[in-house]
């Protein structure tokens, strides 16, 4: 049987959607496998079919125990011998299943990865005395500490090709970049893999950051003409899921909150709620999703900034699985940002923390894009995409924009000058030819001290952010990060590219909040006290006083 015969008789489907054709050869022909395809868009398929097709047993490993349940009903539903083991059954049940994997009864089995190398190894020994034809590793950005669901368990895998040498590895993922993707294949030890990457574009979204001033009215403005629609709110925190989910409800809105703290049946009956439309909108922390297939969700909203970009991807990505057009709403503060930067230290690990920072950033700079939204999401999974969409809010902004050539030069020369080796702040004073004795003794002599006196602080801000928005400079290393140019920045000096800004009234319409740079606060360390006071004084509003002298609130 062929592949595309398989996929008729088995699954019912005429073609291949993506790249799943190419990717099921690779498997075919023993090859190992990272795939990264959106969410809902049929990676399940990439091993299922091989798993059909070849004669032996296929391991999948998968990170809960209802996706598992959900996917072995289906497959059996198609007439596809395929099994779960887990904790909750019984050892007779447990007996019948080995008995019927020794008989080459079984052609897929579902598993925890703590469940092939827990008990010293048992089952994996026995696995590895069947004939094994293939392990698909779902979920796979779990196994990273810079994905953004990262699962110790899944580190057990490191173990995998030690047993099973010679098995082509599928390991199948929504949401990884560049690092992730690379730690993976490290952590898997895949052999010459072959890496598959969809387009991640959702047409059918539109991607709107909005400034967080009373974030409560801002989403009853938003729901006003959405009343029977079904939506997710993200929140950052367990506490306040239900007390937003609780203030929906007195506004007469249909909502349940959902975090890993509430108990299993909770859990369960207000999920299925929502899966079945009888609860709108679900009000979760990040632990609400996976897994999760609901076609009609019209809209995500994150109340509270993201971690990093992969998260929120994946996020937004639950929206308009129907293709029917949808929205995702940010509403972002800086003071979030600098919350989020005080968890972001992880104790005794540099390189995560930095890794983190850095992912926050990228975060940050998101939100605070002059440029289109959905360009800048493509770019940041790798992918080519037109520099306009047409249909995120930047996009649908019209801004009024100036030539600004003359700027840009005095901003890149002076990062020139400074041998790209300082950050924002640095090279701001620099320009405005700052009055501190050690700026001002260190380079006087420089032809660029003191050039951009005439322009204030926030402005020069701003440009050097549009500047790196646009690709003329870039922010480099995690927790001092330093401005640096690019392969675009010399047709600037040279006088070779024109570079326009957008006229500050309306940026300022649209960004009020929006006043350092993420990456300029430099009082990090101190920030650890200040959480440590809010601790104490639960209601009492904390701030922090950025290097330029701005006060930022951090929510409590
Ligand atoms: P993912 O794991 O990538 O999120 P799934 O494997 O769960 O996605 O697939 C999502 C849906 O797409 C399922 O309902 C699946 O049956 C369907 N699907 C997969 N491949 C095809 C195809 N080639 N043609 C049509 N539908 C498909
Ligand atoms: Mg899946």
């Not at 075919?28 to 868009?41: E, H, N, Q, S, Y």
């Not at 008995?99 to 590895?128: C, D, Q, T, W």
């Not at 500490?145 to 082509?168: C, Q, S, T, V």
Request: aromatic residues 8%; contains cysteine.
């Amino acid at each position: 049987m062929t592949p595309i015969q398989a996929l008729q008789k088995y699954f019912g489907y005429s073609e291949f959607r993506h790249q799943q054709g190419a990717i099921i050869q690779h498997v075919l022909d023993k090859k190992d496998v990272l795939a990264l395809m959106p969410t809902g868009g049929g990676k399940s398929l990439c091993y299922q079919l091989p798993a059909v097709l070849l004669d032996g047993l296929t391991i999948v490993i998968s990170p809960l125990i209802a996706l598992m349940k959900d996917q072995v009903d289906s497959l059996n539903v198609n007439g596809i011998p395929a099994a779960f083991l887990n904790s909750a059954q019984n050892p007779d049940e447990q007996q019948r299943l080995m008995g019927k994997l020794r008989n080459n009864e079984i052609k897929l089995l579902y598993l925890a990865p703590e469940r092939l190398f827990g008990s010293e190894n048992k089952l994996v020994e026995f696995l590895k005395s069947l004939p094994v034809v293939q392990i698909a590793i779902d979920e796979a950005h779990c196994i990273s500490h810079w994905g953004h669901d990262f699962r110790p368990e899944y580190l057990m895998l490191a173990g995998l090709k030690d047993y099973f040498p010679n098995i082509p590895v599928i390991a199948l993922t929504a949401t990884a970049d560049k690092l992730t993707q690379k730690d993976i294949l490290e952590k898997l030890n895949l052999k010459n893999p072959a890496i598959f990457i969809s387009s991640f574009n959702r047409e059918n979204i539109n991607y709107t950051v909005a400034p967080k001033k009373n974030s409560f009215n801002q989403l009853l403005d938003f729901l006003e003409e959405r009343k029977e629609e079904s939506g997710i709110i993200y929140c950052l925190s367990r506490k306040s899921t239900e007390a937003l989910a609780a203030d929906l409800k007195e506004e007469g809105y249909s909502a349940e909150a959902y975090h890993a703290g509430l108990n299993n049946a909770i859990k369960a009956r207000n999920q299925e709620a929502f899966l079945r439309d009888d609860v709108k909108i679900i009000v979760a922390t990040i632990a609400f999703g996976m897994g999760i297939n609901k076609s009609n969700v019209r809209y995500v909203v994150h109340m509270d900034l993201p971690k990093n970009i992969e998260g929120y991807y994946q996020e937004t990505g639950r929206a308009g699985r129907d293709g029917l057009p949808s929205d995702a709403i940010l509403y972002y503060s800086p003071g979030d940002a600098m919350k989020l930067k005080g968890f972001a230290k992880v104790e005794d690990n540099e390189e995560q923390s930095r890794i983190m920072l850095k992912k926050l950033d990228d975060m940050v700079n998101y939100c605070q894009l002059q440029t289109c939204r959905r360009h800048f999401l493509l770019k940041y999974f790798d992918e080519e995409s037109d520099a306009t969409c047409g249909s995120c809010d930047v996009c649908l902004t019209e801004f009024e924009r100036f030539d600004g050539t003359l700027i840009a030069q005095k901003a890149l020369s002076a990062v020139y000058r400074l041998k790209e080796r300082f950050g924002s702040n640095y090279v701001i004073d620099f320009l405005r030819g700052s009055k501190s004795e050690k700026i001002r003794e260190e380079h006087k002599q420089l032809k660029t001290y003191g050039v951009g006196a005439d322009i204030s602080k926030p402005d020069w801000q701003r440009y050097l952010r549009e500047l790196s928005a646009m690709g003329y400079l870039q922010v480099d290393g995690g927790e001092y990060p330093v401005l640096k140019l690019t392969h675009q920045s010399e047709a600037v000096l040279k006088g070779l590219q024109k570079v326009e800004f957008i006229a500050a009234e309306t940026v300022e319409e649209k960004h009020t909040t929006v006043e350092a740079l993420p990456f300029e606060v430099d009082l990090l360390t101190e920030l650890k006290n200040v959480r440590r006071d809010i601790a104490m004084h639960e209601n009492v509003p904390a701030y922090v006083i950025l290097s330029d002298a701005t006060l930022v609130e951090i929510a409590t």
